[in-house]
């Protein structure tokens, strides 16, 4: 019986492992660990992949959010609107920056934030809205612009999971006030460790955020505010900026095996791709009412699948006496019906064509 694993990272070493050992050489021989120039090679390139003006190296993609909620200066009180929909961390940063998550709902086809939803929720105290590019589809952003407008309001993206994805012709990230990506390793453009990079076109909060890293510090001994020690080391720098060279094919190569899947699957429901945009596939996610049993047919015939995510935030033991809920049955619905199916740049097409046959044979 074959097994076809989620994500198999030996396939990504014979592939690039050559490189990535070269790259730790350079850096290893070079004797300057922190702060050197792999990171700023790698910022300098990340930025201008996105369009944006700077890139700063942080060590997670969590770390992004919380220095980018402090960027745009959430403070004490503060209520920052975001989908329950998405990885905790992205409302961790609120919690951490002293702000109120105000969970909001998603879209039934496209899983990410709702709009509407976002305009529904809206108070005085509102300061800032999460965009989240969930699974590597861009939120849509044009309403989220429009009432940020409307209300003096910060966007923070969270792009983890859409490296390389465009809304309307621009890449994600430095469409709204800051955008924040892991670079964890199973992410579209990954790390072999903790890695992470915030983006903007904003010289002032660029500036903030160098500092945020480092203690706070614009130079040695010299501390403007309270700051941390944040920052993306020069191997994973090194790392990454060898592996953004092959982040459009692999991307590419993605959505060929969603190409694949979406031409084989009939008897649950596949991704929806909104206009104007393009999805990268950091997971293939499909919908089904019998998602338990499915899974565990699948798992019986050897493939690896997980569910992204099977609770919302607001349900969490640690989010019960925090924050504030609109009304998200959409999210609480799919929540129960999502499975995410084995998706990464090396998927072969005879495991697709396998876990396609296991899937249209089920009954439930
Ligand atoms: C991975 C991820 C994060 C957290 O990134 P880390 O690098 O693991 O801290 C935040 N938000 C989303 C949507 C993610 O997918």
Same mark, same amino acid.
């Given at each position: *019986?074959?097994?076809v694993?989620?994500?198999?990272?030996?396939?990504?070493?014979?592939?690039?492992?050559?490189? *990535?050992?070269?790259?730790?050489?350079t850096? +290893?021989?070079?004797?300057?660990?922190?702060?050197? #120039?792999?990171?700023?090679?790698?910022?300098?390139?990340? &930025?201008?992949?996105?369009?944006?003006?700077?890139?700063?190296?942080?060590?997670?993609g969590?770390?992004? +959010?919380n220095?980018?909620?402090?960027?745009?200066? $959430?403070?004490?009180?503060?209520?920052?609107?975001?989908? &329950?929909?998405?990885?905790?961390?992205?409302?961790?940063?609120?919690?951490?920056?002293?702000?109120?998550?105000?969970?909001?709902? $998603?879209?039934?086809?496209?899983?990410?934030?709702?709009?509407?939803?976002?305009?529904?929720?809206?108070?005085?105290?509102?300061?800032?809205? $999460?965009?989240?590019? +969930?699974?590597?589809q /861009?939120?849509? *952003?044009? /309403?989220?612009?429009?009432?940020?407008?409307?209300?003096?309001?910060?966007?923070?993206?969270?792009?983890?999971?859409?490296?390389?994805? =465009?809304?309307? #012709?621009?890449?994600?990230?430095?469409?709204?006030?800051?955008?924040?990506?892991?670079?964890?390793?199973?992410?579209?453009?990954?790390?072999?460790?903790?890695? %992470?990079? &915030?983006?903007?076109?904003?010289d002032?909060?660029?500036?903030?955020?160098?500092?945020?890293?480092?203690?706070?510090?614009?130079?040695?001994?010299?501390?403007?505010?309270?700051?941390?020690?944040?920052?993306?080391?020069?191997?994973?720098?090194?790392?990454?900026?060898?592996?953004?060279?092959?982040?459009?094919?692999?991307?590419?190569?993605?959505r060929?095996?969603?190409?694949?899947?979406?031409?084989?699957?009939?008897?649950?429901?596949?991704?929806?791709?909104?206009?104007?945009?393009?999805?990268?596939?950091?997971?293939?996610?499909?919908?089904? /009412?019998?998602?338990?049993?499915?899974?565990?047919?699948?798992?019986?015939?050897?493939?690896? =699948? +997980?569910?992204?995510?099977?609770?919302?935030?607001?349900?969490?033991?640690?989010?019960?006496?925090?924050?504030? =809920? %609109?009304?998200?049955?959409?999210?609480?619905? =799919?929540?129960?019906?999502?499975?995410?199916?084995? *998706?990464?740049?090396?998927?072969?097409?005879?495991?697709?064509?396998?876990?396609? &046959?296991?899937?249209?044979?089920?009954?439930?």
């Open positions: *019986m074959p097994t694993p989620f994500l198999d990272f030996s396939r990504e070493y014979d592939e690039i492992g050559s490189e *990535m050992l070269a790259a730790a050489e850096v +290893l021989s070079s004797g300057d660990y922190i702060l050197g #120039n792999q990171v700023e090679a790698f910022e300098r390139d990340f &930025a201008e992949y996105v369009d944006a003006d700077h890139g700063i190296g942080v060590n997670s969590s770390d992004a +959010l220095l980018a909620l402090d960027a745009v200066d $959430i403070e004490a009180g503060d209520e920052v609107i975001l989908p &329950a929909h998405t990885f905790v961390s992205t409302a961790d940063a609120v919690v951490h920056n002293g702000g109120i998550p105000v969970f909001v709902d $998603i879209d039934p086809e496209t899983y990410t934030i709702d709009p509407s939803s976002v305009e529904r929720n809206l108070t005085e105290d509102t300061a800032a809205i $999460i965009a989240v590019h +969930l699974y590597g /861009p939120a849509d *952003m044009d /309403p989220l612009l429009e009432l940020a407008r409307e209300h003096d309001l910060a966007i923070v993206e969270d792009a983890s999971q859409a490296h390389g994805a =465009t809304y309307k #012709n621009r890449p994600v990230g430095d469409i709204g006030d800051v955008g924040c990506f892991s670079l964890y390793p199973t992410k579209n453009l990954g790390a072999y460790g903790d890695a %992470g990079i &915030a983006v903007t076109s904003d002032e909060l660029a500036e903030y955020l160098r500092m945020a890293r480092e203690y706070g510090s614009p130079r040695k001994y010299r501390y403007e505010f309270v700051g941390s020690n944040s920052r993306l080391d020069e191997f994973q720098a090194a790392f990454l900026d060898e592996k953004l060279e092959y982040l459009d094919e692999f991307n590419q190569r993605r060929d095996c969603a190409a694949q899947y979406d031409s084989l699957l009939e008897s649950v429901v596949t991704p929806t791709v909104a206009d104007d945009v393009s999805h990268v596939y950091h997971l293939y996610v499909v919908q089904t /009412p019998h998602r338990d049993a499915l899974r565990e047919h699948l798992s019986e015939s050897g493939v690896q =699948t +997980l569910i992204h995510y099977p609770t919302p935030i607001h349900q969490q033991p640690a989010y019960e006496d925090i924050g504030r =809920t %609109g009304d998200l049955s959409v999210t609480e619905r =799919t929540a129960d019906r999502i499975l995410s199916l084995p *998706m990464h740049p090396w998927c072969r097409s005879d495991e697709i064509e396998y876990i396609a &046959a296991l899937i249209e044979e089920f009954e439930a």
